[in-house]
């Protein structure tokens, strides 16, 4: 079977499994067909969300840092980079062009289910010297088996995990992912995770439902995508974006309501699906984090905490762990 045609197999069953569930929902990775990363590519250009632009400020404060770590026992390393969820792959330059400009060169694996933000990574990547670079168009936990097996001995392996994405994971599953991160490294590599922190809730409710109704396309274009690649009907004017502030469980949940009595025929999921008016399909959850938090959670799946960064202004913390 060719990859596309697993890929969307694995789609049908997954929509199949979770829209039978109660609540309703829909896995956030297929959020990033090719609009879907347009779109969020967008959301981050937004001035109501700010842990792209944070993120960034972090990185290139601290790249050099990053760079003296990897190459602490030997200066003629060189580093494997490997981007779980890709995006456009401005961040991941930040640290290659610090390793650059200290005289080194590497090699980098780009792993997301999204074709067009693997192209765009490695357009981007393209322009460094010095630098090979492998796409993988696989879901995390496959793309890093993958990038993991053309790690070379005595050279670093540095993960990344950035953009808070470690915040689309519930409790358990954040830490069993993680945990499997581990298991592909090796003593003396290290792990770069980027985390939202809790803030006031004003400032997430419009970061994730902002006055320009973007973060609305790109939660409903998941509708179209399902449409689109397994003969779905969703009537998409008959869903509305809300996104909810859960202070216990400290997440966003971003949902898709249905606003009339309706039922929808997925094909290739043979499936039919009865919604009430006012019933939800849960999309994605962001979890936000205090700073220990971040800390404990990388110490349960057998990291230790080799540096933490936080940007005040827009509280995100940028936590560098190492593998022991």
Same mark, same amino acid.
């Given at each position: 079977m060719l990859q596309t045609d697993r890929l969307v197999t694995d789609f049908a069953a997954d929509v199949r499994r979770d829209l039978a569930l109660a609540p309703k929902q829909l896995q956030s990775k297929y959020l990033y067909d090719a609009l879907g990363s347009s779109l969020f590519e967008a959301i981050c250009r937004l001035p109501w969300y700010r842990i792209t632009r944070a993120e960034r400020r972090l990185l290139e404060q601290r790249a050099p840092d990053v760079i003296a770590r990897l190459t602490r026992v030997s200066a003629d390393a060189v580093p494997l980079f490997v981007e779980l969820g890709c995006g456009s792959g401005?961040? !991941?330059?930040?640290?290659?062009?610090? !390793?650059?400009? %200290?005289?080194?060169?590497? #090699?980098?694996? !780009?792993?997301?289910?999204?074709?067009?933000?693997?192209?765009?990574?490695?357009?981007?990547?393209?322009?460094?010297?010095?630098?090979?670079?492998?796409?993988?168009?696989?879901t995390y936990e496959v793309g890093l088996r993958h990038a993991a097996e053309h790690r070379e001995d005595g050279n670093p392996m540095l993960v990344l995990l950035l953009g808070s994405n470690i915040g689309n994971f519930d409790t358990p599953a954040a830490d069993g992912f993680l945990g499997e991160i581990r298991r592909a490294l090796a003593p003396e590599d290290f792990l770069l995770l980027g985390a939202d922190l809790v803030k006031p809730e004003r400032d997430l409710l419009i970061a994730y439902d902002d006055p320009l109704g973007v973060t609305a396309?790109?939660?409903?274009?998941? !509708?179209?995508?399902?449409? #689109?690649?397994?003969?779905?009907?969703?009537?998409?004017?008959?869903? &509305?974006h809300r996104a909810v502030w859960n202070p216990a469980a400290q997440r966003i949940e971003m949902h898709l309501e249905s606003l009339a009595d309706q039922a929808v025929t997925i094909a290739s999921?043979?499936?039919?699906? #009865?919604? %009430?008016?006012?019933?939800?399909?849960?999309?994605?959850?962001?979890?936000?984090?205090?700073?220990?938090?971040?800390?404990?959670?990388?110490?349960? &799946?057998?990291?230790?905490?080799a540096e933490q960064w936080i940007d005040d202004d827009a509280r995100f913390a940028l936590t560098l762990f190492s593998a022991i």
């Open positions: 401005e961040k !991941l330059v930040i640290l290659a062009e610090a !390793l650059q400009t %200290a005289g080194g060169h590497g #090699r980098v694996h !780009l792993i997301d289910i999204s074709s067009q933000a693997l192209e765009q990574s490695e357009r981007t990547l393209g322009r460094l010297r010095h630098f090979s670079v492998v796409g993988h168009r696989e396309a790109f939660n409903r274009n998941l !509708l179209v995508r399902i449409n #689109r690649e397994l003969g779905g009907s969703f009537d998409i004017d008959a869903f &509305a999921a043979g499936i039919t699906v #009865r919604f %009430a008016r006012g019933e939800r399909i849960w999309t994605e959850s962001s979890y936000k984090y205090d700073e220990s938090q971040i800390e404990q959670m990388g110490i349960r &799946a057998g990291f230790a905490v």
